[in-house]
């Protein structure tokens, strides 16, 4: 049973930067694409960025050059660092992992993702 765990949550001011970390354990770091999503209040759960096993990385147009996702295999830890945040950041982030033979990232669909982490928040103030 794959099971995520994140943390590094804050409060921030705009402009200021945010590592989010998501610990990983009961699974093999190389059958999984590993993605984080965030749900502001009121909005629907949207996928940020994704990265695959052999360390392909996508992002949303919202947060692309902004922010950038990486994993520690050694570790088993999934990372989101964040820099230049702005208020609409503001949300619950969380991570996720899809099973893939191959460990490719096929899908960005959240319904496909089985595994999900409890969440840490971010709060951006202007």
């Known amino acids: 049973q794959v099971h995520l765990v994140e943390s590094g949550g804050a409060s921030v001011q705009a402009g200021g930067s945010l590592r989010l970390s998501c610990a990983a354990s009961?699974?093999?770091?190389?059958?999984?694409?590993m993605g984080w999503f965030r749900q502001a209040p009121g909005k629907e759960r949207e996928a940020i960025a994704f990265i695959d096993s052999h360390g392909v990385n996508s992002y949303a147009d919202s947060v692309k050059g902004r922010f950038t996702i990486s994993q520690d295999n050694a570790k088993n830890t999934l990372y989101l660092q964040m820099n230049s945040v702005k208020p609409e950041d503001t949300a619950m982030y969380y991570c996720?992992?899809?099973?893939?033979?191959?460990?490719?990232?096929?899908?960005?669909?959240?319904?496909?993702?089985?595994?999900w982490g409890q969440g840490t928040q971010v709060t951006v103030s202007s």
């Open positions: 009961g699974y093999t770091s190389g059958s999984y694409c």
């Open positions: 996720a992992a899809l099973w893939s033979d191959g460990g490719y990232c096929l899908s960005n669909d959240m319904e496909d993702f089985k595994y």
